[in-house]
């Protein structure tokens, strides 16, 4: 390409321009045939019609207002129901410790035995005091008895039978004071044996042996009771001011007969069996932290609750209506704050600030920003703008955790010594009706429809075989969670009821990531809650376990996250 620039600087100058001119001339042809070209086939040809914008495809639910069962959650602390310090009644030296430490207990049985050899010196000796002032006694009565004949004959003055009446009274009293020794020193003699006086959890031994005892290190140990367990916890100032109002306005519905359990949620998430009743409640709110004491007592038989455990405490009983219930993953948050996506009549996508009250399982119960009948977004929101069209797929509402039953319905134990007065009392702070009498009052009666739909709705979870029951669990965990295990606490005691009947449990395929681990989890999920059920009483033999079942396109992504238990001879 070089040479041709050489070339041409040596011809001469007219004939260097006529070549440039020439080389321009061509340009300038082939550029014109090219326009001739492109005009010739866009006048052949149509020209392709612009593709227009993209419909999303969604998945929406559409959101109706219902009555739902509500729990108030608090930090609490269990305390032992009677705690008795261990101490030693005598001085002495201690000369063993009998018990094991941190064992459980029995009435009666022995702690500590503390030296026996003096104090079985003292009774020794207090007994030879006795001894002595009893012939002391004898003789004096004697003496008494010669005299009396004696001045009744005028033989001896009455001076003498005064004297020897006072010996007879003095040595009898010599007498009883030798008793109340002898009675002492058998007292202290026993006081060396020492026992627990209840059932509970020992401590550790806070003297070790061969050490004197004494007024100022006589605590020896103490014994905690555990059955049953009780529990504090407080509610501020401002929740009991907001809890009334919302019962005022019809916002809250309070418990029928203002029933309200207690449910204690463990460290790690788990659930303890047994519920519990608010026996105490305290008149008068701490100055120094704005709140009042509450004490829940709970049946704990088997020792599972310790002293000093840091719980939450669900109160349960209250209920909301007209509630809105969404999926928690169709909340997002904004720089303004939570909002959704819902589908107007137009099937154009719109966002809709809301505002998030209480969890209910896997949904949140949202307070303000929705109303009957609204399509909200649940799958599909990252295709979405405002105004944007969309195809909307409608998926069924996913199910609420089971309504709460209270112990006379479900059949649960109830804590011991619980006072229904105490439980009243505590009911009249929260919702500010005098005794707790006046709660269902001030709903309006809402409470009692509230009850009605939450037995139907155990009826129709318990009884229809058709429809199943499911239990969700967190992502990428197999482990039953707290709702999950009061829904399998439902099913077992429905399967129990109806010995016939029969659970056929299967889990979910995801099709999103490894297939291999996927079908895993969804096995270990179908296996827990298996376990779950049999450590609920119903027997292995009336459990199948079934294949996990792959989810299709379209579905919703938490039936991934899904168990589900479908009950056959139920009714």
């Not at 009998?98 to 009666?108: A, D, H, L, M, R």
């Not at 307070?367 to 990252?382: P, R």
Request: hydrophobic content about 40%; proline content about 5%.
């Amino acid at each position: 390409m070089n040479t041709a620039p050489r070339q041409w600087s040596k011809l001469p100058k007219n004939s260097q321009c006529q070549q440039g001119a020439l080389r321009r001339a061509t340009q300038g042809l082939a550029l014109a045939a090219i326009a001739a070209s492109m005009l010739a086939s866009g006048c052949s040809k149509n020209e392709a019609p612009a593709s227009g914008p993209r419909v999303a495809e969604v998945s929406a639910l559409t959101v109706k207002g219902q009555t739902v069962p509500v729990a108030f959650q608090f930090v609490g602390q269990t305390e032992s129901s009677q705690q008795v310090e261990i101490r030693a009644r005598v001085n002495g030296f201690l000369e063993k410790r009998i018990y094991t430490e941190g064992s459980f207990v029995k009435p009666g049985q022995v702690l500590f035995v503390m030296d026996k050899k003096p104090f079985e010196a003292d009774l020794q000796a207090a007994k030879g005091e006795l001894a002595q002032q009893q012939a002391r006694l004898t003789t004096a009565r004697a003496n008494l008895n010669r005299v009396k004949p004696l001045v009744a004959d005028n033989a001896l003055a009455a001076k003498d039978l005064d004297d020897a009446t006072g010996q007879e009274q003095a040595a009898a009293a010599a007498v009883e004071a030798a008793k109340a020794k002898v009675a002492e020193s058998t007292l202290n003699l026993g006081y060396t044996t020492i026992n627990s006086p209840l059932a509970g959890l020992s401590s550790f031994a806070k003297v070790q042996d061969g050490a004197y005892i004494n007024a100022t290190n006589n605590l020896l140990t103490y014994v905690a009771r555990l059955d049953p367990m009780r529990v504090n916890f407080s509610l501020s100032e401002n929740e009991s001011l907001r809890l009334r109002e919302e019962v005022k306005k019809g916002m809250l519905l309070a418990a029928p007969r203002d029933d309200y359990e207690v449910e204690l949620v463990l460290a790690d998430g788990s659930v303890f069996p047994a519920r519990g009743r608010i026996t105490f409640a305290d008149a008068a709110f701490s100055q120094d932290t704005g709140t009042f004491l509450l004490r829940a007592e709970l049946p704990n038989p088997q020792g599972t609750l310790r002293p000093g455990q840091f719980v939450r405490v669900n109160v349960i009983g209250f209920s909301r209506p007209g509630a809105i219930v969404v999926p928690q993953r169709a909340v997002q948050e904004g720089p303004r704050g939570a909002f959704v996506w819902t589908v107007d009549k137009d099937n154009k996508a719109q966002q809709r600030p809301v505002v998030a009250g209480d969890w209910m399982g896997d949904q949140w119960l949202v307070s303000q920003g929705l109303k009957d009948g609204d399509k909200v977004v649940v799958d599909g929101f990252l295709r979405l703008a405002p105004g944007a069209s969309v195809q909307a797929k409608d998926v069924p509402a996913e199910p609420l955790p089971p309504p709460r039953q209270t112990a006379a319905q479900s059949g649960g134990a109830t804590a011991q010594g619980a006072s229904a007065a105490g439980a009243a009392n505590a009911a009249a702070l929260v919702v500010g009706t005098p005794g707790g009498s006046g709660a269902q009052a001030a709903a309006g009666g809402g409470a009692a429809a509230a009850a009605s739909n939450a037995n139907a709705a155990t009826q129709q979870a318990q009884g229809d075989a058709s429809a199943g029951n499911a239990v969700y669990f967190e992502t990428n965990r197999s482990r039953v969670d707290a709702t999950g295990q009061a829904r399998l606490q439902d099913i077992a005691a429905a399967m129990k009821a109806k010995p016939e009947a029969q659970a056929t449990v299967h889990g979910y395929v995801d099709s999103s990531g490894s297939a291999k681990r996927n079908s895993e989890l969804a096995k270990q999920r179908a296996q827990a809650v298996r376990d779950a059920l049999v450590a609920a009483g119903v027997p292995s033999d009336r459990i199948v376990l079934e294949k996990p079942a792959n989810i299709v396109g379209g579905d919703s992504s938490a039936k991934a996250r899904r168990v589900d238990i479908v009950l056959a001879g139920a009714r």
